[in-house]
């Protein structure tokens, strides 16, 4: 495995952790997700989503819920690195990923991340110390591709009134 599989390699973990489920049922995948917090529910309406999955995984808390009230950027940011701040769902769904990491890349090239959170088991740390370093350059030029190649791979059903990817 090299770093141009880099990219394939993302996309399959995210779909892997989209289809794993911690203790209250959410996927994995909220566990590596963009914003720590969930958007209001009024900003976020519940009928914009295509599934309960897609709905849940931006919606999980990952810090407690006493923590909303700051709105400072650098100290969210302080505070989603504290593990103290974790919510107790999180704190269980990060290990999970941990685990789950563990099981998939050990035998890579990229086992020095895994080590390097071992002892703590931090399944988001290595997610993050991995995008890092192979920053996301590569990987938007993988999924932009994917997607046109998708696109151009569309036809229109007339009788069934709907697309397809064939």
């Not at 995948?29 to 309406?45: G, H």
């Not at 302080?78 to 593990?83: E, F, I, P, Q, Y």
């Not at 030029?141 to 697309?163: C, G, I, M, N, P």
């Amino acid at each position: 495995m090299g770093t141009k599989d880099l990219p394939r390699i993302f996309d399959a973990i995210e779909k892997i952790l989209n289809e794993l489920r911690g203790i209250e049922g959410v996927p994995l995948s909220y566990v590596i997700r963009e914003k720590i917090f969930p958007a209001p529910e009024t900003d976020d309406p519940a009928g914009d989503y295509y599934s309960l999955n897609d709905e849940m995984i931006p919606r999980a808390l990952i810090l407690k819920p006493t923590v909303r009230a700051v709105t400072d950027p650098n100290q969210l940011t302080t505070l989603a690195k504290d593990r103290i701040q974790w919510s107790d769902m999180f704190k269980a769904a990060n290990l999970m990923v941990y685990n789950d990491l563990h099981l998939m890349l050990s035998d890579s090239e990229l086992w020095p991340y895994i080590r390097l959170m071992a002892k703590i088991k931090n399944g988001l740390g290595i997610w993050e110390c991995l995008k890092l370093h192979y920053s996301v350059p590569d990987h938007v030029d993988h999924r932009a591709t994917q997607l046109e190649t998708d696109l151009k791979s569309l036809t229109w059903l007339v009788d069934k009134r709907t697309w397809i990817l064939k």
